[in-house]
């Protein structure tokens, strides 16, 4: 990518947050939160469609890349991930517009009820408001298998490619080279397998109409995840909201449209001081 981030470390409950500064000096700011098997630089191909000059960051959730993990599984509650998101919000600072995807749209979303007036803006991808149990009945159970670890690191993209068949060749790379890391034995997940037995369902709906400021709601065309009920609860709900759904596009809509995706959230921005 053009832009050459940078890493920086944010303190919050105990534990080292991992942040990644990918430059810019136009603000609002826009800082991404990933989903669960995440990492912040699953966001590289979307923030390089931001432009060059919009300020782009991008947070390890806790157990996730270069973020430590959490000894008591409790500490990956929502509220405390909210705590953590409010810790890197404060150490950017000034009102940044807050992007996540999946459960990190789950999380943005209960941080945008709580603290909007730190927000110039929300968006949410691809994750219903209240999603049915299945869900996070599926996260835990793959929470219970063993950590994965791959002989090589074309094993490991091979798996990572899993997640996001639609995305390219080079997106696939990508996620194997950030979201795995070599030792003796190895290449081995940098996530942590208790932050997927620690997911509970939940229900934002309530909390939707807090979220005053203007709000871009994303979602893949062909996702599973986010249901079109589910997408327009969310723009029935939220106050000042906008809809865009992403043609050709499954739940990992950032993997395999991240030019679309990025455009989308730059026009938002944009429009924001407009």
Same mark, same amino acid.
């Given at each position: 990518?053009?832009?050459?981030?940078?890493?920086?470390?944010?303190?919050?409950?105990?534990?080292?947050?991992?942040?990644?500064?990918?430059g810019?000096?136009e603000?609002?700011?826009?800082?991404?939160?990933? =989903?669960?098997?995440?990492?912040?630089?699953?966001w590289?191909?979307?923030v390089?469609?931001?432009?060059?000059g919009?300020?782009?960051?991008?947070?390890?959730l806790?157990?996730?890349?270069?973020?430590?993990?959490?000894?008591?599984?409790?500490?990956?509650?929502?509220? @405390?991930?909210?705590?953590?998101?409010?810790a890197?919000?404060?150490?950017?600072?000034?009102r940044v517009?807050?992007?996540?995807?999946?459960?990190?749209?789950a999380?943005?979303?209960?941080?945008?009820?709580?603290y909007?007036d730190t927000l110039?803006?929300?968006?949410?991808?691809?994750?219903?408001?209240c !999603?049915?149990?299945?869900? @996070?009945?599926?996260?835990?159970e793959?929470?219970?298998?063993?950590?994965?670890?791959?002989?090589?690191?074309?094993?490991?993209?091979?798996?990572? $490619?899993?997640?996001? $068949?639609? @995305?390219?060749?080079?997106?696939?790379?990508?996620?194997?080279?950030h979201?795995?890391?070599?030792?003796?034995l190895?290449?081995?997940q940098?996530?942590d +397998?208790?932050f997927?037995r620690?997911?509970?369902?939940?229900d934002?709906?309530?909390?939707?109409?807090?979220?005053?400021? !203007?709000?871009l709601?994303i979602?893949?065309?062909?996702?599973?995840?986010?249901? !079109?009920?589910?997408?327009?609860t969310?723009?029935?709900?939220?106050?000042?909201?906008?809809?865009?759904?992403?043609? =050709? @596009?499954?739940? +990992?809509? +950032?993997?395999?449209?991240?030019?679309?995706? =990025?455009?989308?959230?730059?026009a938002?921005?944009?429009?924001?001081?407009?």
């Amino acid at each position: 990518m053009t832009r050459q981030p940078t890493q920086l470390t944010v303190r919050s409950a105990g534990l080292a947050l991992n942040v990644v500064d990918f430059g810019g000096n136009e603000t609002p700011a826009v800082l991404f939160v990933h =989903g669960a098997f995440g990492h912040a630089r699953v966001w590289d191909f979307v923030v390089e469609a931001l432009g060059p000059g919009r300020r782009a960051l991008a947070v390890d959730l806790p157990g996730h890349g270069h973020s430590e993990h959490a000894a008591d599984m409790g500490r990956y509650g929502f509220n @405390a991930l909210v705590d953590d998101v409010r810790a890197v919000v404060d150490t950017v600072g000034g009102r940044v517009v807050l992007a996540g995807h999946s459960l990190g749209s789950a999380v943005a979303m209960q941080y945008a009820a709580t603290y909007v007036d730190t927000l110039a803006g929300a968006v949410f991808m691809d994750i219903d408001p209240c !999603p049915p149990p299945r869900q @996070a009945e599926h996260l835990n159970e793959a929470g219970g298998a063993p950590p994965r670890r791959y002989a090589s690191l074309e094993r490991a993209t091979a798996a990572a $490619a899993k997640m996001a $068949a639609g @995305a390219s060749a080079a997106v696939h790379r990508h996620l194997g080279e950030h979201g795995y890391r070599q030792d003796e034995l190895g290449w081995a997940q940098r996530f942590d +397998q208790g932050f997927l037995r620690s997911i509970r369902t939940w229900d934002m709906r309530p909390l939707l109409p807090r979220i005053t400021v !203007p709000a871009l709601v994303i979602r893949g065309a062909e996702s599973t995840v986010m249901s !079109p009920e589910g997408y327009d609860t969310m723009l029935r709900l939220l106050p000042r909201a906008l809809g865009a759904a992403v043609p =050709g @596009a499954g739940h +990992q809509v +950032q993997l395999e449209r991240p030019a679309d995706v =990025g455009r989308l959230i730059a026009a938002f921005v944009a429009g924001l001081s407009s």
